[in-house]
């Protein structure tokens, strides 16, 4: 018989330890002793072990993956790296600085650099008298030859080159092709032809504008007629752009040479100016002839570049995000037309400008329109500054033609880029 006092005690010892009660109710349960409810509890009973799942052991984490899962609160977290977004618009900021202040420093040397050197200093000078900002004029004939000869030979530069750089990224663009360019597939030619028959049959019926008129007119036709005869199928294929630029750039140049058997020797020489380019008659009127068609489609044309974007995922996919894709096409074959009568009307057959400049700008930043058009018009500008700067320079006294100078450069270029495509296109059947 167990005491009152003694109950009391044990209870509390193995109340919890209790098991639920069995067939002998509770009076079986309070005469167990402290270690046999132990052992019950411990002991799981064999409907328990039929019916509960078999649990599997939770294994710890190992070392590595302590490490990841906790953080050390002592060690400062990374900081995240900024989208490619981020990092591309900041770099397309740093090359836009550096194109205009490489044209910047371009166009000084070039004002200052010839048979008559003026310093940058006193090109500087003059610029700020002409402005009313202070300054002081050069002597009589440092004027004349800044004013008169220079400058207007550089701003020349200037918007021929942007004209064709920007031509030449919206083609790209248009054509879905990377080897679309205004020399290349004949474009610049049939302008040529243009302006030729101006100077050949004496046309002046727009005065000023009627060789650029011409051009445009020439440069249009010729530019439809090549987006007509090279696509199949929806698409622009590599072997028919180039071989539908051959069969322009021949007749251009059979048309060219009937103009320049019916022409006397003075018109013999400008036409022959058209067919080497060159920027050695540049004037001011022939850069206000020029200034708004230029303008005009460097303004434009930026407007247009995220439409390209979606037209560069395929015709279908920019038709289901609602773009007219013909309409772009043809509004952008206006714009190309423009920019490259722009730069033939003054400065002839000039190539590869508009082949170049569109690819290395891909290669630094990207195929993205919105900086590649007006990036393209800027570095293209650049590329003309030099390129006329070099072609006053490397054969003093004399002067190379600048469109045989940036063949020169832009053929090996050329050969660099169709082999590449046919590499990656897997070969042509």
Excluded at 168 to 182: H, I, K, R, Y
Excluded at 261 to 282: C, K, P, R, Y
Excluded at 298 to 316: C, I, K, M, N, T
Aim: proline share 7%; hydrophobic share 50%; aromatic share 6%.
């Amino acid at each position: 018989m167990t005491l009152p006092h003694e109950a009391e005690t044990a209870a509390p010892e193995s109340g919890p330890e209790r098991s639920p009660a069995g067939p002998g109710g509770a009076g079986s349960a309070s005469r167990r002793s402290p270690q046999g409810a132990e052992r019950t509890a411990a002991a799981p009973s064999d409907a328990e072990n039929r019916s509960a799942p078999e649990e599997t052991p939770r294994r710890a984490p190992g070392p590595a993956e302590a490490t990841t899962t906790k953080a050390d609160p002592a060690k400062p977290a990374k900081p995240a790296k900024p989208a490619a977004g981020v990092r591309r618009g900041r770099k397309a900021f740093w090359l836009t600085l550096t194109l205009l202040a490489t044209l910047l420093l371009l166009a000084l040397v070039s004002a200052g650099t010839g048979a008559y050197r003026i310093p940058t200093a006193d090109v500087l000078a003059s610029a700020q008298h002409r402005l009313g900002l202070g300054g002081a004029p050069l002597d009589r004939v440092g004027e004349s030859v800044l004013w008169n000869v220079r400058l207007p030979r550089v701003v020349l530069a200037l918007l021929v080159g942007a004209s064709l750089g920007c031509a030449g990224a919206l083609m790209q663009g248009v054509f879905g092709n990377p080897l679309a360019e205004p020399g290349v597939i004949g474009i610049s030619a049939g302008a040529a032809v243009g302006a030729v028959a101006a100077i050949g049959l004496g046309l002046s019926f727009f005065g000023n504008w009627t060789i650029t008129v011409c051009a445009f007119v020439a440069g249009l036709i010729t530019v439809s007629s090549v987006y007509l005869l090279s696509r199949n199928g929806g698409k622009t294929e590599v072997v028919t752009l180039i071989l539908t630029g051959i069969a322009v750039n021949a007749f251009a140049g059979a048309l060219i040479g009937l103009f320049v058997f019916f022409a006397d020797s003075g018109q013999v020489n400008q036409i022959t100016f058209w067919q080497l380019g060159s920027l050695a008659q540049a004037t001011w009127p022939k850069v206000l002839a020029v200034l708004p068609c230029a303008v005009a489609g460097l303004l434009v044309a930026p407007f247009y570049a995220r439409r390209l974007d979606l037209l560069s995922l395929g015709e279908r996919p920019a038709r289901h995000l609602g773009i007219d894709v013909e309409r772009l096409r043809l509004a952008l074959i206006l714009v190309v037309a423009l920019l490259t009568a722009a730069a033939v009307a003054v400065a002839g057959v000039i190539t590869f400008i508009g082949l170049l400049v569109p690819h290395l700008l891909r290669m630094a930043n990207g195929p993205g329109h919105r900086f590649l058009v007006p990036g393209s018009a800027l570095a293209g500008a650049v590329v003309l500054v030099a390129g006329d700067l070099a072609a006053r320079t490397l054969a003093q006294p004399a002067e190379l033609p600048l469109g045989v100078l940036t063949a020169l450069i832009g053929s090996p270029f050329f050969f660099w880029l169709l082999r590449r495509t046919r590499r990656k296109q897997g070969g042509w059947a």
